[in-house]
């Protein structure tokens, strides 16, 4: 079973960017999907983005709410996924969380997935 742990989180003014980072661990995340979701107060969790591969061919997607703003990506070996967010906005902040799971099923819903992160705070202020 792949661990994840995600780091990066922080404040910062709106507008500007922060990069998070999500490691796996205990095997090779390829052929694996890595999502992030996040949880502001008093909302339910929302898919942001997620990666995997099927094949030879990289699946990489955004929800609708960061589109334009948010990037997923990896690193040369996939065992780093970053998320790269951009034009931060006051409606951004919440609790981001990395997972993983096979690829099976709905890659927006979190029930899909069975690794979690502790998530890691990203605070936009005005």
């Known amino acids: 079973q792949v661990r994840v742990e995600e780091s990066g989180g922080g404040t910062v003014q709106a507008g500007g960017s922060l990069r998070l980072s999500c490691a796996a661990s205990g095997r090779t995340i390829s052929g694996d999907r890595v999502a992030w979701f996040r949880q502001a107060p008093g909302k339910d969790r929302e898919f942001v983005a997620v990666?995997?591969?099927?094949?030879?061919?990289?699946?990489?997607y955004t929800g609708d709410s960061v589109k334009g703003r948010f990037t997923i990506s990896t690193d040369n070996a996939e065992n780093t996924v970053n998320l790269q967010m951009t034009r931060l906005k006051p409606e951004d902040t919440a609790v981001y969380y990395c997972a993983a799971g096979r690829a099976i099923g709905s890659y927006y819903d979190d029930s899909e997935y069975d690794s979690w992160g502790q998530g890691t705070q990203v605070t936009v202020s005005l």
């Open positions: 990666h995997w591969r099927s094949g030879i061919v990289r699946y990489y």
